[in-house]
Structure formats: structure tokens, C-alpha cells
Antibody, heavy 119, light 111 residues
Framework: QVQLVQSGAEVKKPGDSVKVSCKAS????????MHWVRQAPGQGLEWMGL????????DYADKFQGRVTMTRDTSTSTVYMDLSSLTSEDTAVYHC????????????WGQGTLVTVSS | QSALTQPASVSGSPGQSITISCTGT?????????VSWYQQHPGKAPQLMIY???NRPSGVSNRFSGSKSGNTASLTISGLQAEDEADYYC???????????FGSGTKVTVL
């Protein structure tokens, strides 16, 4: 069965960077895209960007351009999301989310990783 | 890219039908048939309920249906059940430099 297993919770200070991982299993890794979606406490969902797992091409939301980096390791079927220059407004649960290439919907979600930014 | 507009809350009694709207623009909801809907229970990850405006993934109850008219998409839940109490989010492809946008979210309460 499809599983997306994310790394554990993180506590960071303002100005730090965080790297969240998402290990995929149960399907052919490179035939999908992986997105990252975040949710601040008590708030809605926010789309951050995507990575094409076949060729590594990326597409980031304008809001996160220059601050987010998404990469993948095809040998371990793992995707990474690196967010830099953290502020308290980046405190959120971060989800990796699978998209069947080109279908433009999100069929499987990781369990989420809570990133807390606090001085 | 602003969030799509959803009502903050919708409620209904068991067995009733409710409809959640999702209003965008001619550049997102109105331009593409790539509207999807997600159900999120407290503390859980969202789950895909509707894709491509009106299609249900395997395993999703046929009490859930979707439609679109112009720049507004809608999710209808018929035969409302206690387990339907959750937050619901729409999403649309935009084709812009920020290619996906979520709705603001709607809390569904079963009275």
C-alpha cells in the first residue's frame, strides 16, 4: 500500500533553516510528482510547491521563492523540503502530498511534520 | 494568488443535504476543470473526496458529489452523517506562477 512517512517534529529558532523528509513506498516513485502543503495552527491549507520525481524539476509558490528548496533521492525514494530564514509565521504542520503525474489532484498525504519556530 | 473563497461554516441535521461553495476567478476555477475537494478530520491529514470537479476516487461514498458553474465550484453532501463532521477544502489548478491554490476552508457541523 502507498505510504508517505515523514520525519519527526522540529523546534527551530528564528533565522534557522529546517529540512523535512518524506519517504515513499508502495508505488513506483518516479512516476509521480510530490507536493508540499502546510497548515499553520488553526488555519487553512497552503500550497508551497512541487517536485517532479522523474526529472527533479520544481515549481514553487511565489510566496516561497528564494526560501524553499525541494529535492529528491531516487535511490531511497525520499523527498526533502528545506525552508530557510524561518520566522514564527512558519510554525505549521508540513505535509508531503502525492500527485499522479499531470492529474492535478492530491491522492495520498504524509502524516505531517510539525515545525515550531520560537525564540 | 489569493485563497479561493469558501463559507466559514455550514451545518445540517442528519439525513439532510448541504452544499459548500468555492469561489475563484476566471483564471483558476473558471478556467480549468481541475477542482478537487479534501476532507480533514481534527488532527488528521486531509483526504481526497472529489477530483476534476465531479469525480469520486474509489472508496469515497457516493453521498459526496461535485459540480461547477462559472467561477464557483460546489461540494454537496447528501444524507448527512455524523462522520461527515470535518473541515473541507477546495483546491484549483491556476496555470500561473503559483499553479495551485486552496480554498479558505469550511467547517461542517452535523447538528
Amino acid at each position: 500500500q502507498v505510504q508517505l512517512v515523514q520525519s519527526g517534529a522540529e523546534v527551530k529558532k528564528p533565522g534557522d533553516s529546517v529540512k523535512v523528509s518524506c519517504k515513499a513506498s508502495g508505488y513506483t516513485f518516479t512516476t509521480y510528482y510530490m507536493h508540499w502543503v502546510r497548515q499553520a495552527p488553526g488555519q487553512g491549507l497552503e500550497w508551497m510547491g512541487l517536485i517532479n520525481l522523474s526529472d527533479g524539476s520544481i515549481d514553487y509558490a511565489d510566496k516561497f521563492q528564494g526560501r524553499v528548496t525541494m529535492t529528491r533521492d531516487t535511490s531511497t525514494s525520499t523527498v526533502y523540503m528545506d525552508l530557510s530564514s524561518l520566522t514564527s509565521e512558519d510554525t505549521a504542520v508540513y505535509h508531503c502530498v502525492r500527485e499522479s503525474s499531470g492529474l492535478k489532484n492530491f491522492d495520498y498525504w504524509g502524516q505531517g511534520t510539525l515545525v515550531t519556530v520560537s525564540s | 494568488q489569493s485563497a479561493l473563497t469558501q463559507p466559514a461554516s455550514v451545518s445540517g441535521s442528519p439525513g439532510q443535504s448541504i452544499t459548500i461553495s468555492c469561489t475563484g476567478t476566471s483564471s483558476d476555477v473558471g478556467a480549468y476543470n481541475y477542482v478537487s475537494w479534501y476532507q480533514q478530520h481534527p488532527g488528521k491529514a486531509p483526504q481526497l473526496m472529489i477530483y476534476d470537479v465531479s469525480n469520486r476516487p474509489s472508496g469515497v461514498s457516493n453521498r459526496f458529489s461535485g459540480s461547477k458553474s462559472g467561477n464557483t465550484a460546489s461540494l454537496t453532501i447528501s444524507g448527512l452523517q455524523a462522520e461527515d463532521e470535518a473541515d473541507y477544502y477546495c483546491n484549483s489548478y491556476t496555470g500561473s506562477s503559483t499553479p495551485y491554490v486552496f480554498g479558505s476552508g469550511t467547517k461542517v457541523t452535523v447538528l
